[in-house]
């Protein structure tokens, strides 16, 4: 999009239409969909109301400004390339007592972002790691940050796969500008020694330049067995953890805590209907008392 209104095709003080049909065409034309939808609605809302000219232009502006956050916002969101949208609306912290919920609920604030700072969240599988990382992506993304979401597993595949087709280049620009960068799911598989190469230059890329967020199953300690190399693990370790908030997921998976959940009700329900179930010996058929 340059910013330039393309050539009014139908220029005004023609008698090609009827001021309706003229505000309609400059309205699309300068792209205000929502004063467009609602002129007519408010303007009986405020002739109602006794509001006079400029209140019924602010109320309409007002509600085009709205409109275009929300849409924004939106974009921001499908930008990011989440592979599901959670809020910590949905997320209970009582699950995982050991998780500091007084910095996390300050990191949702996004000021870490005009700060550069990064966030490492570490833990065992199904602790929420993915789901705190997705929430602190969408409250980035509502909050004006520019956002990309992406698996350590992934990225390095993409970088691979960029240098081959000598657009290497192009994509660690992308990946410098955006304003939070999400890792999810560092450790879980071995990377080659050019893989390793490359997450180390983009971490060395951002350094001081953006937000990184990395979610591990590993310990620190650990991360030489993904990276192969202990020097290179320093080092990307030295950038990443130079400006860092790091929480401490470890405990019992929500998952299978979830799924036990279930398996239980499920067995209470059967034990339940099975003392209520009587079975006819003759015709097999139950009947529910
Ligand atoms: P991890 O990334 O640590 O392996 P996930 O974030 O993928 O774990 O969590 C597994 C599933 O459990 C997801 O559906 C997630 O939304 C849910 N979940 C995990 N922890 C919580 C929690 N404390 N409250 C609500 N849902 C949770
Ligand atoms: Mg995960």
Redesign the pocket.
Known sequence: MTGKLAPDPMPSGTMSGTPQVLLTHHLKQLKLPTVLREYDKVARECARDGIDHPGYLLRLIELERIDRERRTVERRIRAARFPAV?SFD????T??PGLNKILVLELARCEYILRRENIIAL??????????ALALGLAACQKGFSVTFTTAASLVNQLMEARDERRLLRMQRDLQTTKLLII??LGYVPMSPTAAELLFETFSQRYERGSTIV?S?LPFEDWTSVLGSERLTGALLDRLTHHVSILT?NGD???LK?SAGRRRAAAGAAQNQATRDTVDPNTGEITTN
């Open positions: 959670k949905t997320f209970d912290f699950a995982i833990g065992n599988s199904g602790t929420g790691k993915t789901h705190v999810d799911e979610t199953n997921m998976s929500y998952r979830q």
